[in-house]
């Protein structure tokens, strides 16, 4: 593997842009491209495009974790994902995206040095692995959570749980620990809005920050035309680029996205207009940042 697709992202790294991570999806029933890359060599030539587009990390998946998605038995998930990171892992830099401790630990043995994980639950595998670890918040599990999901307020209610978890996280030694608030996974429009809204609650608390609009579902509620019509997520673009360059100004250090190479752009921007205001992209901020949250 090459030092740039190994490359861990150090706490309070500058860059010219935030970083941008492309979604591989080696499933049937993603919710926006499930079997468009049914098989290890399409899924590979897929994440070879997206890092011809820029994207900086690929992340890839073989379980669904849209609302309503069964789960994938261990054995299915790891013939899915194994063979397209091997691939990768000597192109780029590979995420995992899986809240399965046995699925995880084959990947990062197979390449991949950043676990993606929805569940905010396998710091201890990461640390032990010695790879970087994205928290990212939910309520409930891919088939309850969009089941009138409430909350008092969400902001800080999500930025308290992401901070608890990689308190834990610093504490069992992960060094790269990136937070996320999980937008669609058990909130309501309005949830994700003001999540976006008050993204700099959460870039406040020290750690870096991954956010995943693209193509959602509540992009789709917010186009729809005056006779109610919902666009598919594939036609959710203006959405994905509206809210990643939004996410991007208020001090994410990566977006995750379908889009890489219209995304990367948006990045350029927001990093060229950033930098002409006299500040740099900070991508890894510091990792133990939790010590200097206030509130
Ligand atoms: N969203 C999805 C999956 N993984 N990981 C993080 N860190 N943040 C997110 O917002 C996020 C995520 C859902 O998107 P997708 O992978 O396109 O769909 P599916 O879960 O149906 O495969």
Redesign the pocket.
Known sequence: MSDAANSIVEPGSMADRALV?G?V?V?P??????GAWPDAASAVQHGLDLVAQGADIV?V?G????PG?VAVPVEEELRRVLPVIEALSSHVRVSV?TVKPEVAEAAVAAGATLI???SASLWQVAASCGVGW?A?HRRGT?TTMQDDPRYDDVVTEVRDALLERAARAAEAGVSEI?I??????GKTVEHNLSLLAHLDVLVETGFPV???????AFLGTLAAGEDGTVPP?TERLAGSLATATLALHLGAGMV?V?DVAATVQAARLVGRTVQQAGEGVQVGRNSSGHDEVKG
């Not at 029933?29 to 499930?34: A, E, K, V």
């Not at 996320?180 to 996974?185: A, E, R, S, V």
Request: proline fraction near 7%; charge should be negative.
């Open positions: 991570m979604i999806n499933t029933d993603s919710f926006s491209d499930g992340d998946g379980e669904s974790s849209r998605a995206d993606n994980d929805v994205v990212m891919p990136w996320d608030p999980g937008i669609g996974f991954l956010v995943g609009t693209s193509r959602k997520p995750r379908h």
